[in-house]
T-cell receptor, first 112, second 115 residues
Framework: GESVGLHLPTLSVQEGDNSIINCAYSNSASDYFIWYKQESGKGPQFIIDIRSNMDKRQGQRVTVLLNKTVKHLSLQIAATQPGDSAVYFC???????????FGQGTELSVKP | DAGVIQSPRHEVTEMGQEVTLRCKPISGHDYLFWYRQTMMRGLELLIYFNNNVPIDDSGMPEDRFSAKMPNASFSTLKIQPSEPRDSAVYFC?????????????FGEGSWLTVV
């Protein structure tokens, strides 16, 4: 039979605008969370991570927010650029061993 | 550092054939992971090794899949016999340790098509 592909959620933004990508995680016992960026034809690339005892962490043009009450993670990208166009995955894991579980991903499209 | 190196980058094979995917982790990394990515299921962890020893293979789909790590610088993922539903991108990844602050680095992937 014919398989139906899964369509990723898509976020389309204008160059220079801020982007917010959201992720709901499943396990309240997860110790840390990571955002990865995957460009077409490449492997996932680390962006930023955050411990479960933190609410916010900032990197270069990126900020990750963690809301443990509702098990929600977000990635904010400031002044989005065309080079930011990619699929973004959140992942959750346990410190000191265990699996890193990836979310389904969000496709970010930046319009020049 | 050259990063995680995978081969082949692309492979097209006929159903029933054996497929072997290869991985060279980053030197000094104690953890090695094999992931599979499809549109339907996203990124799935198949198996991971610590110091060449398989720790968790619960993600391996079935007995047709096997993975080995004979030494710290080489791992293989084998599918025998291959089936069309095995078509996917297979990623190898490695990390220095498995905790916060030790990033998991991914290779560029092996794109497998089984016809």
């Amino acid at each position: 039979g014919e398989s139906v592909g899964l369509h990723l959620p898509t976020l389309s933004v204008q160059e220079g605008d801020n982007s917010i990508i959201n992720c709901a995680y499943s396990n309240s016992a997860s110790d840390y969370f990571i955002w990865y960026k995957q460009e077409s034809g490449k492997g996932p690339q680390f962006i930023i991570d955050i411990r479960s005892n933190m609410d916010k962490r900032q990197g270069q043009r990126v900020t990750v927010l963690l809301n443990k009450t509702v098990k929600h993670l977000s990635l904010q990208i400031a002044a989005t650029q065309p080079g930011d166009s990619a699929v973004y995955f959140c992942a959750e894991g346990y410190n000191q061993g265990g699996k890193l579980i990836f979310g389904q991903g969000t496709e970010l499209s930046v319009k020049p | 550092d050259a990063g995680v190196i995978q081969s082949p980058r692309h492979e097209v094979t006929e159903m029933g054939q054996e497929v072997t995917l290869r991985c060279k982790p980053i030197s000094g990394h104690d953890y090695l992971f094999w992931y599979r990515q499809t549109m339907m299921r996203g990124l799935e962890l198949l198996i991971y090794f610590n110091n060449n020893v398989p720790i968790d293979d619960s993600g391996m789909p079935e007995d047709r899949f096997s993975a080995k790590m004979p030494n710290a610088s080489f791992s293989t993922l084998k599918i025998q016999p291959s089936e069309p539903r095995d078509s996917a991108v297979y990623f190898c990844a490695s990390s220095l340790a498995f905790n916060l602050g030790n990033t998991i680095y991914f290779g560029e992937g092996s794109w497998l098509t089984v016809v």
